[in-house]
């Protein structure tokens, strides 16, 4: 099936034919002393420092330096304001609205969902099996000749654990739509990545984030990784500065700290693993499911009351026990210790 990708028949006819919006700054990207072309204020900005100027359309400093942290050359990376502008813009570049398909592996990300609703895209869910794996008949099922995208998130939102390279494999081989893998907790994750496969899959896109990870929820940077292909038709559809320059500049800072962030994961998945061992000796938790990203998916008996207690203590986490397969269920994210602390003793509090 891989011999028979073609790209050309997932893209929009729409967006094949778009001419995109050509700024300022692609018109002119050479050394100039006076720029009077993008009707800027050359006054300034009442800012310390001055943001009067447009940003780099195409983000390549921040491109060079994240090419260098994920062994993957720059013209494969695609940035957008979160990953949610990138599933959104998968959205928009390849599925027609009231005739195109997707398929998603619920319980899983939600926003892969309302994105396919806001552009009319029909939803196709293939439940993942009990011990939240892909149920891979049950997805070719339900794949038919419209179908452009299979949303697969690993590790998985909200269950922490990760697919089954092989499963992921074997999906990417048999399937001539494209395969998103979203990789946003993938470095809590002893899995490897799936960004050094592009060569081997041209119907891969692998997306990850500064959300998590890198702690830096606040810049809206989301990455999206493919072919050159791909990635052109994402830059064709995006709004030309999608990324603002505090972000661009704080992402770059940032990115010179790369031991710092590997200390933060570490940490994180020191207290993942013991906050889960706590969890395991508490006695009205039926199952701690193990768990690949910061935080933990824990089964105990109801769920909801405590949600509501954690509450009255200040306290928030994610009551799941509405959602298909974890009915029951809180989510939980790793704190900081006292944080975690108290979680576990309002949890005490609660038994007795
Ligand atoms: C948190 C999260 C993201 C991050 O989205 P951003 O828009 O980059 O903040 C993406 N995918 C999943 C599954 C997530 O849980």
Known sequence: MKDMFDLNNLVRENIKKLVPYSSARDEFS???KVFLDANENSLGSPLPKWYNRYP?????????????????????I?????????????????????????????????????SANINDVEVRKALLTDDFQLDLIHLENLIDANTKIAWIC??????????NRNDIEMLSNNFDGLVVIDEAYINFSKQRSFVQELTEYPNLVVMQTFSKAWGLAALRLGMAFASTEIINILNKVKPPYNINQATQELA?????????????IHHLVDMRDALS???????????????????????????????????TKGIVV????????????????????????ALVDAIQEWLS
């Open 318 to 341: 994610r009551d799941r026990s509405n959602v298909k397969l974890c009915d029951d269920c809180l989510r939980i994210t790793i704190g900081t210790e006292e944080e975690n602390t």
């Open 56 to 76: 780099d359309p195409h983000q390549q400093k921040v491109k060079e330096a994240i090419s260098k942290i994920k062994g993957v050359p720059a013209e494969h």
């Open 78 to 114: 695609f940035l957008g304001n979160g990953s949610d502008e990138c599933i959104d813009l998968l959205f928009r570049s390849f599925c027609n609205p009231g005739k195109d398909n997707v398929v998603i592996c619920p319980p899983t990300y939600g926003m892969y969902e309302v």
């Open 30 to 32: 050479g050394d100039a």
């Open 277 to 311: 061992e706590v969890f395991e000796q508490i006695p009205t938790v039926e199952k701690v499911y193990p768990s690949d990203a910061n935080f933990i998916l824990v089964k105990i008996k109801d769920a909801r009351k405590l949600y509501v207690f954690l509450l």
């Open 154 to 163: 690993s590790p998985n939102n909200p269950t922490g654990n990760s697919l």
């Open 252 to 264: 770059l800072k940032a990115m010179e700290e790369v031991a710092q962030v590997n200390d933060m």
